[in-house]
């Protein structure tokens, strides 16, 4: 059941990232894109990095994609998009298509046992028990409760500069807002 849920949410991060970039309004690509966000912290938590993903959803999704927004509706406003069109533009894509499909294909060709060679034949700083022998950094983590860690301080010491932030992104917007609504 997992594997399909995981399927599911890398389909729809994949399919949000093909329609961010299909946009021709700035808007609809960032509400794309902060569908693509969502879908990535949903990943992050399937595959154990729950921390990794409320950052992905605080951070990118609740500041980056709010200030993008902001710079588009103050600076964007009335200008028509300068799309690459014509032959130029085809072109463009098919030399990027060609490129990421033959890329796509030297990634496909890569097998675990492959891989596996490969950093074997590295240098030894490559291999991870070197650096944490035994799993030991594993298990420092679930004895230091790593979550717990970053989640105290930010929810009891720097609460309130973390919701005075908030408030003043929030301010920012509803400002573009009003100063996008006199330019229409």
Not at 168 to 181: D, E, F, N, P, S
């Amino acid at each position: 059941m997992e594997s399909v849920v995981f399927y599911i949410f890398a389909t729809a991060a994949v399919l949000g990232g093909v329609m961010c970039i299909l946009q021709r309004s700035p808007v609809a690509s960032a509400l794309w894109l902060m569908s693509t966000m969502f879908s990535l912290a949903a990943l992050y938590v399937l595959l154990g990095a729950e921390l990794i993903g409320a950052f992905q959803v605080l951070v990118y999704v609740g500041a980056v994609l709010v200030l993008f927004l902001f710079v588009v509706m103050l600076l964007n406003l009335g200008q028509r998009s300068n799309d690459l069109r014509g032959p130029s533009g085809i072109a463009a894509a098919l030399v990027i298509a060609g490129l990421l499909g033959i890329e796509l294909l030297a990634v496909w060709r890569y097998t675990p046992s492959r891989l596996a060679a490969e950093v074997a034949q590295g240098p030894a700083m490559l291999d991870a028990s070197a650096a944490f022998p035994a799993g030991q950094a594993m298990r420092q983590a679930a004895a230091h409760n790593v979550v717990q860690s970053v989640a105290e301080p930010l929810f009891r010491t720097y609460l309130i500069p973390f919701e005075i932030t908030s408030v003043l992104l929030l301010a920012a917007l509803v400002g573009a807002v009003v100063l996008a609504k006199r330019r229409i």
